[in-house]
């Protein structure tokens, strides 16, 4: 009976590698490694890889239960880390999951466990469903062999092998899947005594196996073209056709002799060969050629058998003893901790007295100084309150300073604004000179040159002014910039003129410019500050 499980790269280790020192050293260093995994970050492929590779290996050596705990570890993390995998990691453990599922689903089986065994055969083949390679009629055909080996239900065997049988023959006519599978249904048919059928199909697998390759090994597949021919030779007996049975051993003894002299011959391959050829020999009443063949098929059984149940024995004790190591460890780890939690809680009591009488001696001198600080609190009272007085009396004269320079600053203003009218009235005048004819321009020009004299000092005091106009407004200055720290000297000009009230005509002049280009000035400034539509340029700023 033959089931499909690709491997891939995953390495396993068989019982009989190993000498009992390697055993016992490789298991411990095993269990070490899975108590590790779960410590392990930012690797999630290494860890994957991890307990696949337990859970394969501890099904090679023949602990289910062990196996069991490194597959559902394995889908666990997978669930919990699948981010961290690339596209092409994804892809690959998408073909390891199913692997997974099919050899959990055996050892559930192994362990009597037929309930969880089915579930996990069913979602398996839910999940495999959506691969494009043999995943998927290799998961049905592994339901099959559960009820099949376990259930002992072959009507429900036979509707697995069948439907899976069916897409192995039209998407993967070549693949050494098809022979399983025909082997597989060939076993139900010799189980109902229906050799007829059986026999058609042993021999389409014998035919096929001649040629077929193994897509682990990517050599021909002798061991099953050995159970095939096997398989054949008994049921052609059975049928009691032994002519063709003799003709189908004959070439079958060929290639035994060939896998001998070439040391590829496993037992479990001379094994088959011996039960058909000891078969063959009682049907032609070849008796003692047969008695002797019964004695080699024993021999080699028991050698297995003894070999068998002697690597179990060591795999077991030393499972045993490793086990016994950890509870011992754990134990270890247990008793340690509880000392360390014992001296962390006097270490803790020690801290807390220290910090009590600390606190309690603190306390006192508090107590203490708050009296003496009363005393001094109530001179210090009495002595701010009489500064107090005097800084409000300071203060007020401030202010009332501060007032009566902002209204000189003010008059000054509107007085600068108007020399300034009066300049350009100067300069109409010179046009009319210009105009005028001989006789009236000498009168013309004294008069002109009567209110330049007059006027000469309208530039010094507009630079008066303004240096006026930053003294006043230092302490409005530092406030402006500091909240708006983009602002140019002219805006910041503008900002305090605005905040003194003067009327947009006189600050025009002021800075001789237009009305349209300080309507311009006041347009940006507004940007600069923030403003929304809503709100008054002039309020906003007076209120700062």
């Not at 099904?59 to 394995?74: C, D, M, N, Q, T």
């Not at 001696?361 to 609190?377: K, M, T």
């Not at 007085?415 to 210009?434: F, G, M, N, P, R």
């Amino acid at each position: 009976m033959a089931s499909v499980f690709h491997e891939n790269d995953i390495k396993t280790y068989r019982r009989v590698s190993f000498s009992d020192a390697e055993m016992q050293r490789y298991l411990s260093l095993h269990f070490k490694r899975l108590d590790l995994l779960n410590h392990i970050e930012g690797h999630a492929k290494f860890v994957l890889d991890s307990y696949l590779h337990s859970g394969n290996w501890f099904r090679e050596v023949g602990f289910p239960k062990e196996s069991i705990k490194s597959y559902l570890a394995f889908f666990r993390y997978y669930e919990a880390h699948e981010t961290e995998l690339s596209l092409t990691e994804r892809n690959k453990f998408m073909e390891m999951r199913s692997y997974a599922r099919s050899i959990l689903a055996e050892n559930y089986a192994k362990l009597g466990l037929l309930d969880s065994a089915a579930i996990q055969h069913k979602v398996n083949i839910s999940f495999s469903k959506n691969l494009n390679y043999i995943y998927h009629p290799s998961s049905i055909n592994n339901y099959g062999l559960f009820f099949y080996w376990h259930k002992k239900d072959l009507d429900s065997a036979m509707y697995f092998f069948k439907r899976a049988y069916a897409l192995t023959t039209s998407k993967f006519p070549k693949h050494t899947l098809n022979g399983s599978i025909r082997d597989n249904i060939a076993d139900i048919y010799t189980d109902q005594e229906d050799y007829e059928k059986a026999q058609a199909l042993y021999q389409q697998n014998f035919d096929f196996f001649k040629t077929a390759i193994n897509e682990e090994t990517l050599e021909n597949d002798t061991p099953r073209l050995i159970s095939a021919g096997s398989q054949l030779v008994m049921t052609n007996t059975h049928l009691n056709k032994l002519e063709a049975a003799q003709r189908t051993f004959n070439s079958l003894n060929s290639i035994v002799k060939v896998q001998e002299s070439n040391s590829n011959l496993s037992s479990s391959s001379k094994l088959e060969f011996l039960r058909a050829k000891e078969v063959l020999l009682r049907a032609k009443n070849n008796i003692p050629t047969a008695y002797t063949t019964v004695k080699q098929i024993e021999h080699i059984s028991d050698s297995l058998q003894t070999i068998l149940n002697h690597a179990d024995k060591k795999w077991q004790e030393e499972l045993n003893d490793i086990t016994i190591d950890k509870i011992e460890l754990n134990f270890k780890i247990d008793r340690i901790q509880k000392e360390n939690m014992i001296k962390n809680q006097r270490a803790k009591l020690w801290f807390i007295g220290l910090l009590s009488s600390i606190f309690i001696i603190v306390l006192v001198s508090l107590i203490i100084s708050r009296r003496q600080h009363l005393i001094n609190a109530k001179n210090k009272q009495l002595l701010a309150e009489q500064l107090l007085e005097n800084s409000a009396l300071k203060v007020e004269q401030l202010n009332s300073e501060i007032k009566s320079k902002e209204r000189d600053l003010s008059d000054f203003a509107i007085k600068l604004t108007q020399d300034q009218d009066w300049a350009k009235s100067l300069a109409d005048q010179l046009e009319v000179i210009k105009e005028s004819n001989s006789e009236a321009r000498p009168e013309l020009i004294n008069e002109l040159d009567l209110a330049i004299s007059n006027k000469i000092s309208v530039d010094s005091d507009t630079q008066e002014f303004f240096e006026r106009l930053d003294k006043l407004s230092d302490a409005f200055y530092s406030k402006l910039t500091k909240r708006y720290p983009n602002l140019s000297k002219n805006e910041i000009r503008l900002c305090s003129l605005i905040r003194l009230k003067i009327e947009s005509r006189s600050i025009a002049t002021l800075q001789n410019i237009t009305l349209a280009s300080l309507n311009t000035s006041r347009y940006r400034l507004r940007k600069k500050l923030q403003l929304s539509e809503e709100t008054d340029l002039d309020f906003f700023i007076q209120n700062l």
